[in-house]
């Protein structure tokens, strides 16, 4: 059963402390960094990370509320903290919220919201935090592309890191559907999407095949979903919006049926959630189908029987009755009868 069950998530919280403790709490807590200048504020320091073990690198998150934003704290890896801990990683640090000054004698930097960047934790640094929350993933230097450390300080921009960025946010999120068993295969695609962002090349993109299918996957289909209902939403705005080729979406969607027929399905899932919603009142097909992106109503039905086995208007009174009864209604089983 340990194989079944979720991976350990490691849980550090300020709130568990005395108010006026709270941030010599989280000063005590860390184990990477000495803090040079003290918070202050007349609010309670609230604060949380968490990480988790996936084999061997690890994947955290830093959370800091406060609601003024120029408000901030220094935390700086020191040479005494380098020689004592010898912690021999390299952090790929995402900047979700809020903003980070980095600095060293070798460069000075702002990392904005949306900014991947790298940290050498095997080098003298320091980072001026203001509230908001990152995403980290700390990997050790020997699993990663020689040279790795000369990135130390800079932001990854070019190539593969848009989809990395993408991948490192879409991990942390799915860690609750995770479990034990998965984590290996997780770790090996996170270092081949790594390895192929860092080291570009035929070898690396080779090897990380599978996971770029996959990120890529995801990244489209939340794209859709954020635009089903916009009109406009077609293969070329994807393209160019998501910054891929026309081959590659093709591709992508081949074993679904296409694009144009992925969109198709999702909208009409759409359209049966919105109908079997109990105590919905009744609007006219034409008005639904329309808002959904099509504008043929006869085309609508048509498709949505085939798909469903049952029409919109059929939806919708199955959605009334399990309002009125309490009983559960059952979502039917994708077809692809004449869709």
């Known amino acids: 059963m340990r194989e079944l069950s979720a991976p350990n998530v490691h849980r550090f919280s300020t709130r568990d402390a005395p108010a006026d403790e709270r941030f010599d709490a989280w000063v005590a807590s860390s184990t990477l960094c000495d803090f040079v200048v003290?918070?202050?504020?007349?609010?309670?320091?609230?604060?949380?990370?968490?990480?988790?073990?996936?084999?061997?690198?690890?994947?955290?998150?830093?959370?800091?509320?406060h609601p003024d934003p120029s408000v901030s704290y220094d935390a700086k890896r020191t040479a005494a903290r380098i020689r004592a801990d010898q912690?021999?990683?390299?952090?790929?640090?995402?900047?979700?919220?809020?903003?980070?000054?980095?600095?060293?004698?070798?460069?000075?930097?702002?990392?904005?919201?949306?900014?991947?960047?790298?940290?050498?934790?095997?080098?003298?640094?320091?980072?001026?935090?203001?509230?908001?929350?990152?995403?980290?993933?700390?990997?050790?230097?020997?699993?990663?592309?020689?040279?790795?450390?000369?990135?130390?300080?800079?932001?990854?921009?070019?190539?593969?890191?848009?989809?990395?960025?993408?991948?490192?946010?879409?991990?942390?999120?799915?860690?609750?559907?995770?479990?034990?068993?998965?984590?290996?295969?997780?770790?090996?695609?996170?270092?081949?999407?790594?390895?192929?962002?860092?080291?570009?090349?035929?070898?690396?993109?080779?090897?990380?095949?599978?996971?770029?299918?996959?990120?890529?996957?995801?990244?489209?289909?939340?794209y859709i979903d954020t635009h089903l209902l916009q009109p406009d939403l077609s293969a070329d705005r994807i393209c160019r919006d998501v910054g891929i080729s026309r081959a590659t979406l093709y591709r992508l969607f081949d074993h679904t049926g296409g694009i144009m027929r992925e969109i198709r399905h999702r909208?009409?899932?759409?359209?049966?959630?919105?109908?079997?919603?109990?105590?919905?009142?009744?609007?006219?097909?034409?008005?639904?189908?329309?808002?959904?992106?099509?504008?043929?109503e006869k085309y609508f039905i048509r498709i949505f029987k085939a798909h469903f086995g049952y029409t919109p208007r059929e939806t919708f009174e199955r959605g009334q009755r399990q309002g009125e009864t309490g009983d559960p209604l059952v979502m039917p089983k994708k077809t692809t009868r004449g869709a």
């Open 267 to 296: 909208r009409l899932y759409r359209v049966h959630q919105v109908l079997s919603t109990p105590g919905r009142s009744w609007e006219r097909l034409r008005d639904v189908a329309s808002r959904h992106g099509f504008v043929d």
């Open 87 to 222: 912690r021999d990683v390299l952090s790929f640090s995402l900047q979700l919220s809020g903003s980070v000054a980095l600095r060293s004698d070798a460069f000075a930097s702002i990392k904005p919201p949306g900014e991947l960047y790298v940290l050498d934790f095997a080098s003298v640094f320091e980072r001026a935090i203001t509230p908001g929350s990152e995403i980290s993933l700390s990997v050790p230097r020997d699993m990663l592309p020689a040279g790795a450390d000369s990135e130390h300080g800079r932001s990854l921009t070019r190539g593969m890191a848009s989809l990395f960025t993408h991948y490192l946010s879409q991990l942390y999120h799915a860690l609750p559907r995770l479990t034990a068993r998965d984590l290996p295969y997780v770790a090996q695609a996170t270092m081949q999407l790594l390895t192929a962002t860092l080291q570009p090349g035929r070898d690396t993109l080779i090897a990380a095949d599978e996971p770029i299918q996959n990120a890529l996957m995801d990244r489209v289909q939340r």
């Open 38 to 65: 003290a918070y202050q504020s007349d609010l309670p320091f609230d604060a949380h990370r968490e990480h988790v073990l996936i084999g061997p690198i690890v994947l955290a998150r830093r959370t800091w509320r």
